[in-house]
């Protein structure tokens, strides 16, 4: 029988979700924090497991200007090392999909 790593699941998730808050513009630690408590599929975190999660997008190639004085503490992704270009008919698939997954999966079967 196969195992399921939840919490690797959750990690694999939270970091995605981390991505996808900074694809929308700068945000601080503590708007990060409050949007992963407001998601029904992620637990709640601390400040330090954010800290975890840029490292881990920025080992991944990521750019991303950590929070200062200077930018209200936000974080700001700066280079996206991933260049995939889709139609907005291929959009509307990939946008229904996730819709589906969060609303249908439990992602404890994820791997």
Not at 1 to 25: D, E, H, P, S, Y
Not at 28 to 37: C, G, L
């Amino acid at each position: 029988m196969l195992k399921i790593n939840n919490n690797l699941a959750q990690t694999g998730l939270r970091v995605l979700f981390v991505m996808q808050l900074l694809l929308r513009g700068p945000v601080s630690k503590a708007q990060i924090m409050e949007e992963i408590s407001k998601n029904p599929n992620l637990k709640e975190v601390t400040a330090d497991t954010v800290t975890l999660d840029i490292n881990t997008l920025k080992s991944a190639g990521f750019e991303i200007i950590s929070g200062n004085k200077s930018n209200n503490y936000c974080y700001e992704l700066k280079l996206i090392p991933i260049k995939i270009k889709f139609t907005k008919k291929e959009m509307r698939v990939l946008l229904g999909t996730k819709k589906a997954l969060f609303q249908f999966m439990d992602f404890r079967y994820i791997i």
